[in-house]
């Protein structure tokens, strides 16, 4: 494979073989059962050769389906644990691998965007990529001004793979919706079309990077690496080592999974407060632990550092989430069922033509909304489970209630972010203080702002 497939039909084939798969596989279940191989075994080992092929295609064909895959990844925490195995060890690796293109096609890449004599700009360069993404994958490489560097390479035709996919993969959401429960595939597809243009454009994705470097360049807690250079399909960032969050889910220690899930959830309130952009592509491959500047690898971990990478995809919130969230949330909080009716029928999440009980709405969102009703929550893959379960059993009052709210499209992305992040917490089994973030970054969460503003008004002294 000298680089993506771009023939539509090739790749339309490729994807094909997921729902023809799923169906062959049940196929030879029922054989096999009809052989006497109990259900559990059969079961096992059917969503184990689900798992190998959903891993194998998307992973191969890089673009929009392994962007999806990505996407899909975070959010395996709502599976039923006996069937969590094997979905999570195949949809994990596309966090941090898929097959690499050819050194001839990067080299090729490298020559048409950064010039014929493109290697003297580096002391060094390795040909073997360090990771690969959907769009992209990453080099090692040593710049000539001695800094270490991660060189990004985008893939040839990664734009047309990229739509192609999301369009097929949209033919395909009913079959593939069974795979997270109490989740609507179809608009997540849609978002992730909606946001190409905007990842393929290495020119907004080093922009909305150094505005996060530069805003964090002196934080304690958030690295994020500089640009050094960019080009049409080549970003030249500083290197950045540490402890992929992968890892960190699969082998770390309680003090490292705390301080990540900790980190994790600042980041994603502070940088929207602090940047006006929100970082839209939380998957644990684009995010690293890092021990503090001065402790080395001996520091205390609860003085680890979180390093964050890949801002190809970014929401954009001049003042920040919005403070309806905020106030939402801390009406809920208080009990005021009334008052959060309201102001969701204000902003378009209740419409105008239906009624719900504000006492109805109230208890859909209480159980959701658990972790920040407490000084700290430990996020667990059960208690995601049980949300999305609660939210997809067609018997629930909860899922009747549901499906008759609206998301309105200016926080489609702010939502499935959120979701994400909640999703990679609980994938870290992370005890968090998730109501000191809220206090300290969401606009609206705490009265007391707008009770100082009119105190600060009431000080004015008269003109």
């Given at each position: 494979?000298?680089?993506?497939?771009?023939?539509?039909?090739?790749?339309?084939?490729?994807?094909?073989?997921?729902?023809?798969?799923?169906?062959?596989?049940?196929t030879w279940g029922l054989g096999k059962r009809?052989?006497?191989?109990?259900?559990?075994?059969?079961?096992?080992?059917?969503?184990?050769?689900?798992?190998?092929?959903?891993?194998?295609?998307?992973?191969?064909?890089?673009?929009?389906?392994?962007?999806?895959?990505?996407?899909?990844?975070?959010?395996?925490?709502?599976?039923?644990?006996?069937?969590?195995?094997?979905?999570?060890?195949?949809?994990?690796?596309?966090?941090?691998?898929?097959?690499?293109?050819?050194?001839?096609?990067?080299?090729?890449?490298?020559?048409?965007?950064?010039?014929?004599?493109?290697?003297?700009?580096?002391?060094?360069?390795?040909?073997?990529?360090?990771?690969?993404?959907s769009i992209g994958q990453v080099h090692r490489?040593?710049?000539?001004?001695?800094?270490?560097?991660?060189?990004?390479?985008?893939?040839?035709?990664?734009?047309?793979?990229?739509?192609?996919?999301?369009?097929?993969?949209?033919?395909?959401?009913?079959?593939?919706?069974?795979?997270?429960?109490?989740?609507?595939?179809?608009?997540?597809?849609?978002?992730l079309r909606d946001r190409v243009s905007e990842?393929?454009?290495?020119?907004?994705?080093?922009?909305?990077?150094?505005?996060?470097?530069?805003?964090?360049?002196?934080?304690?807690?958030?690295?994020?690496?500089?640009?050094?250079?960019?080009?049409?399909?080549?970003?030249?960032?500083?290197?950045?080592?540490?402890?992929?969050?992968?890892?960190?889910?699969?082998?770390?220690?309680?003090?490292?999974?705390?301080?990540?899930?900790?980190?994790?959830?600042?980041?994603?309130?502070?940088?929207?407060?602090?940047?006006?952009?929100?970082?839209?592509?939380?998957?644990?491959?684009?995010?690293?632990?890092?021990?503090?500047?001065?402790?080395?690898?001996?520091?205390?971990?609860?003085?680890?550092?979180?390093?964050?990478?890949?801002?190809?995809?970014?929401?954009?919130?001049?003042?920040?989430?919005?403070?309806?969230?905020?106030?939402?949330?801390?009406?809920?909080?208080?009990?005021?069922?009334?008052?959060?009716?309201?102001?969701?029928?204000?902003?378009?999440?209740?419409?105008?033509?239906?009624?719900?009980?504000?006492?109805?709405?109230?208890?859909?969102?209480?159980?959701?909304?658990?972790?920040?009703?407490?000084?700290?929550?430990?996020?667990?893959?059960?208690?995601?489970?049980?949300?999305?379960?609660?939210?997809?059993?067609?018997?629930?009052?909860?899922?009747?209630?549901?499906?008759?709210?609206?998301?309105?499209?200016?926080?489609?992305?702010?939502?499935?972010?959120?979701?994400?992040?909640?999703?990679?917490?609980?994938?870290?089994?992370?005890?968090?203080?998730?109501?000191?973030?809220?206090?300290?970054?969401?606009?609206?969460?705490?009265?007391?702002?707008?009770?100082?503003?009119?105190?600060?008004?009431?000080?004015?002294?008269?003109?």
């Open positions: 494979m000298s680089d993506l497939p771009r023939k539509a039909v090739t790749r339309t084939a490729k994807l094909a073989t997921l729902p023809l798969g799923f169906a062959g596989r049940a009809i052989g006497g191989k109990s259900a559990e075994i059969v079961s096992r080992e059917l969503q184990q050769r689900t798992a190998d092929q959903l891993f194998k295609v998307l992973g191969e064909l890089k673009g929009g389906a392994m962007k999806f895959g990505q996407a899909l990844s975070v959010f395996e925490s709502a599976l039923p644990e006996e069937i969590a195995g094997p979905y999570r060890a195949a949809l994990t690796k596309l966090q941090e691998a898929a097959p690499p293109m050819p050194t001839r096609t990067v080299h090729a890449v490298m020559a048409e965007r950064l010039g014929e004599e493109w290697r003297e700009l580096f002391s060094e360069f390795e040909d073997k990529p360090s990771a690969a993404a490489g040593v710049w000539h001004d001695g800094r270490e560097v991660a060189v990004k390479v985008q893939y040839p035709g990664a734009g047309e793979a990229l739509l192609s996919d999301l369009t097929q993969l949209s033919r395909f959401a009913r079959l593939l919706g069974p795979l997270i429960p109490g989740m609507d595939i179809k608009p997540l597809i849609t978002e990842e393929l454009d290495y020119g907004l994705e080093a922009e909305a990077q150094r505005a996060h470097a530069v805003e964090f360049a002196d934080d304690p807690d958030v690295v994020v690496p500089d640009v050094v250079h960019q080009g049409e399909q080549v970003l030249v960032t500083e290197w950045m080592d540490g402890i992929p969050l992968a890892e960190v889910i699969s082998d770390g220690t309680p003090e490292q999974r705390n301080r990540a899930g900790q980190l994790l959830a600042r980041f994603l309130f502070s940088g929207p407060a602090r940047t006006g952009l929100l970082h839209a592509d939380p998957h644990p491959g684009n995010f690293r632990l890092l021990p503090p500047l001065d402790g080395g690898e001996d520091a205390p971990e609860g003085e680890f550092r979180l390093g964050v990478l890949d801002f190809g995809t970014v929401d954009r919130l001049p003042g920040g989430l919005p403070g309806t969230i905020g106030e939402a949330l801390r009406m809920t909080l208080e009990g005021d069922a009334q008052a959060v009716y309201d102001r969701l029928r204000g902003e378009g999440f209740i419409k105008d033509s239906i009624d719900l009980d504000p006492d109805a709405v109230q208890d859909y969102l209480l159980p959701i909304i658990e972790p920040a009703a407490v000084e700290e929550f430990t996020f667990t893959r059960s208690w995601m489970r049980d949300q999305a379960g609660r939210i997809a059993d067609p018997r629930s009052p909860a899922h009747q209630l549901g499906r008759q709210l609206n998301l309105p499209p200016s926080y489609l992305l702010i939502h499935r972010v959120t979701l994400s992040t909640i999703g990679v917490l609980c994938q870290l089994g992370a005890t968090v203080r998730l109501r000191d973030e809220l206090e300290a970054w969401l606009s609206g969460f705490l009265e007391e702002s707008a009770d100082e503003a009119d105190a600060d008004t009431a000080a004015e002294p008269d003109a």
